[in-house]
């Protein structure tokens, strides 16, 4: 037999039960925004959105990002606009800035138009190649051959022997990559 006090407990827990079932996907939202330490975050995807603002462009088209943000970056959130500037002169990159008490700023790669491109390249793939590494007071350099394609100021691959491991050096003017000693 129920009685008036049971009844009523059972219509608390009831309750009680339903409260925590409806208030589950708030607590599951509210942890999504924040990272472990329990900080708030930016969403990779409010990046995504401000650099397609920027540039004018879709992710992956001509002009645009190349790739969408990391999904995995834990970014302090952001208490005012994110602020986006061009990084570099050939607009290949955007740099993405976050003011404030917990500042930060990351590069998105963009996909350049094909034309720049082509106009800006110094050195194709096969080109012989001067190496030169430079230093305070010194400098050495070798030919090599370019294992890419690149513009002035781009680091590409260059191999110094058919069975060499490629080295990385910067392109300076045609038929010229540099590697700082210093």
Do not use: Y
Request: glycine share 8%; aromatic share 4%; charged share 20%.
């Amino acid at each position: 037999m129920i009685t008036h006090q049971s009844s009523r407990r059972l219509e608390l827990r009831l309750l009680a039960t339903a409260m925590l079932i409806v208030s589950l996907p708030l607590f599951a939202a509210a942890a999504s925004a924040q990272n472990g330490a329990g900080r708030a975050i930016t969403d990779p995807a409010e990046i995504d959105r401000a650099v397609i603002e920027f540039t004018g462009v879709p992710i992956g088209e001509v002009g645009g990002a190349r790739v969408p943000a990391d999904r995995r970056l834990r970014l302090a959130a952001c208490q005012g606009p994110l602020d986006l500037s061009w990084h570099g002169t050939r607009q290949s990159t955007v740099q993405v800035a976050c003011p404030g008490p917990d500042p930060w700023r990351i590069f998105i790669a963009t996909r350049p138009a094909a034309q720049a491109e082509a106009a800006a390249k110094m050195v194709s793939r096969g080109d012989p190649v001067t190496l030169v590494v430079r230093g305070r007071g010194f400098s050495v350099q070798q030919t090599g051959e370019a294992m890419e394609d690149g513009a002035q100021g781009d680091w590409i691959a260059i191999r110094t022997a058919r069975d060499a491991t490629p080295v990385r050096a910067r392109i300076e003017r045609p038929g010229l990559a540099v590697i700082p000693a210093s």
